[in-house]
C-alpha cells in the first residue's frame, strides 16, 4: 500500500479529525418518536401507522396518486419489472419470468440493482451508453437502439446519482416507439426536472416509478423503498405481490406467485421522521457540492453535470471527472489496480487512495453493466451501434466511443454526506490538490 505520509506533496497534511463519509443517515430525533409508538402500540410488524402515513407523504411531495411501501428499492424495482412484463407480454407461468424471450434496453452506469430484476424475470438486458451532460443514458444510443431492435417494448433509466437524465427526450423516444419507462429513482428523491414547461419530481417521470431508503441515501428508513404510481390498479396488483399474493378466500389461495417485500411499521417510522428534512438534506448535499465546484476551479477537472435550465438535482452525490490530459497512469483489473504519479497529473485510484489514507471516504462511480463480468455477453449500444467488438486489429480506432467506461475511469465519487464539516470538506479539497501537485 502506498504510503502517503511519506510522500512530500503531504507535507503537514493530518488524518481528517472524525467521521468524513460518502453519504450516512443523518438523524434528527423525530425517527424515534414514530419508532417507539411503533413498539408501544405493538404494531411491530408490516402493518401499522406509519406505513400509510409515510406512503401519503411521500406521493404527496411527489406528485403521484399512489405509493406502495415495500422493503427496498431492488424490491420496487422487480415489482415494477414484472409490472411492465404482464402488462407488455400477459402473465406468465409460475416458473418462467414475465420478460422470457424479450429486450430491455438499460441504463449502463448505475448500480445494478437497476437492472438485476430484468434477469429475474428471465429477460434481457441491452444496455445502453451514457452521455456527458448528465451521466445519464444516451437519447441518441437509445434512439440507435431503437433502430436495431424496433421490438423492444421496456426502458429501465436511473437517475445517477440524484441528477435527472434527459426525461423529454425519453419520454418522446417511448411514445415513438410504444415503449413503457421503469423510472430508477432510487437516488434522486426530491430531485425535478421541466418537462413541457413544468416542473415534475423524479419518481413521477415514467410509468413505473421507484425511490429508495438505503441507508446511504438522502433520506433514509436503514433501508426500504416504495413503488410510486397514478395507476390504483398497479398500485394494488404490488400490494397484493408484496403480501403474498393472497386471494379473496377464508384460507392462503394463491393464483399467482408471491413475495414477502413490504415495508415493515419500524423502517416506516424512521422514514416518517426523516421526511419533513428532505429540503434541508437537499441544501446541504447542494452547498457540498458548490463548495467543491468552487474550490476545483483551478484543477484540470470538473464536476458530475446537470442540466442547469431543466433540472435541479438533489446533489445526492458530488463526482468529479479528471480531464484527459491530466490523466496520471492509471490502470483497472477485475479486482485490482495499479496506479502511479505524475506531475500536475492523477487518477480516480490515487486520489481515493489519498483520501482513504487520510480518514475520508470517496468511492469510484459505478462500473458500467456492460463492463460487469455477470453482463459482459449482453448487447450494448452507442451512437455508433454495436458497442462490442469495434476494434480491428488492421484499423486504427478513432475517438472514444463507450462514453460509461470513460467516465468510470476518469471519475470518482467525493465524500458527500450532509454531516461533512465545512473543514473537513476543506482538508478533502487541499488532499485533492496535492494529488495533482
Ligand atoms: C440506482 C439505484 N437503484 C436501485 C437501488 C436499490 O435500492 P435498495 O438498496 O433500496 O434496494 C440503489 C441503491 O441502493 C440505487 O442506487
Request: glycine share 8%; net charge negative; with cysteine.
Amino acid at each position: 500500500m502506498y504510503d502517503f505520509t511519506s510522500d512530500p506533496r503531504f507535507n503537514g497534511i493530518e488524518r481528517i479529525p472524525g467521521k468524513c463519509l460518502l453519504a450516512s443517515p443523518t438523524m434528527h430525533g423525530d425517527e424515534k418518536k414514530y419508532v417507539d409508538e411503533a413498539i408501544d402500540s405493538g404494531w411491530v410488524t408490516t402493518a401499522g401507522a406509519n406505513i400509510p402515513a409515510v406512503e401519503e407523504e411521500v406521493a404527496k411531495l411527489v406528485g403521484v396518486k399512489y405509493a406502495v411501501a415495500l422493503s427496498a428499492g431492488t424490491a420496487a424495482l422487480h415489482l415494477a419489472t414484472k409490472l411492465a412484463g404482464e402488462k407488455i407480454y400477459g402473465q406468465a407461468r409460475p416458473n418462467e419470468g414475465t420478460l422470457a424471450g424479450h429486450k430491455v434496453f438499460c441504463s449502463d452506469v448505475t448500480f445494478d440493482a437497476s437492472i438485476n430484476p430484468v434477469a429475474y424475470e428471465d429477460g434481457e438486458a441491452v444496455f445502453i451508453d451514457t452521455e456527458y451532460d448528465t451521466w445519464n443514458m444516451d437519447p441518441v444510443a437509445l434512439e440507435k437502439a431503437f433502430e436495431l431492435y424496433p421490438d423492444v417494448k421496456l426502458i429501465v433509466l436511473a437517475h445517477l446519482y440524484g441528477t435527472p437524465g434527459k426525461m423529454d427526450e425519453f419520454k418522446k423516444i417511448a411514445d415513438e416507439h410504444g415503449a413503457l419507462i421503469i423510472e430508477d429513482a432510487a437516488e434522486s428523491l426530491g430531485a425535478k426536472y421541466k418537462l413541457n414547461d413544468q416542473w415534475v419530481e423524479t419518481g413521477a417521470l415514467g410509468n413505473y416509478n421507484c425511490i429508495s431508503f438505503n441507508g446511504n441515501k438522502i433520506i433514509t428508513g436503514s433501508s426500504g423503498g416504495m413503488f410510486l404510481t397514478d395507476s390504483l390498479d398497479d398500485a394494488n396488483k404490488v400490494r397484493k405481490w408484496s403480501t403474498q399474493s393472497r386471494e379473496d378466500a377464508p384460507w392462503y389461495q394463491h393464483e399467482e406467485i408471491g413475495y414477502n417485500y413490504r415495508m415493515s411499521n419500524i423502517i416506516a417510522g424512521i422514514i416518517r421522521g426523516q421526511m419533513p428534512y428532505l429540503q434541508e438534506h437537499i441544501d446541504a448535499k447542494k452547498a457540498i457540492y458548490e463548495r467543491y465546484k468552487k474550490a476545483f476551479a483551478d484543477l484540470p477537472v470538473q464536476m458530475n453535470p446537470y442540466d442547469t435550465d431543466k433540472s435541479e438535482p438533489n446533489f445526492w452525490l458530488s463526482c468529479l471527472l479528471i480531464d484527459e490530459d491530466a490523466m496520471a497512469p492509471f490502470v483497472r483489473g477485475e479486482k485490482d489496480q495499479l496506479w502511479s504519479h505524475e506531475s500536475g497529473k492523477s487518477s480516480p485510484g490515487e486520489i481515493l487512495a489519498a483520501l482513504n489514507a487520510f480518514g475520508a471516504e470517496g468511492r469510484p462511480i459505478w462500473k458500467p453493466m456492460h463492463c460487469q463480468p455477470i453482463y459482459r455477453s449482453n448487447i450494448f449500444i452507442t451512437r455508433n451501434g454495436n458497442g462490442r467488438a469495434r476494434s480491428n486489429a488492421y484499423i486504427k480506432e478513432n475517438g472514444i466511443t463507450d462514453v460509461g467506461s470513460d467516465i468510470f475511469r476518469r471519475g470518482l465519487c467525493l465524500p458527500s454526506d450532509n454531516k461533512m464539516t465545512v473543514d473537513q470538506q476543506e482538508r478533502v479539497i487541499e488532499i485533492i490538490h496535492r494529488c495533482f501537485q
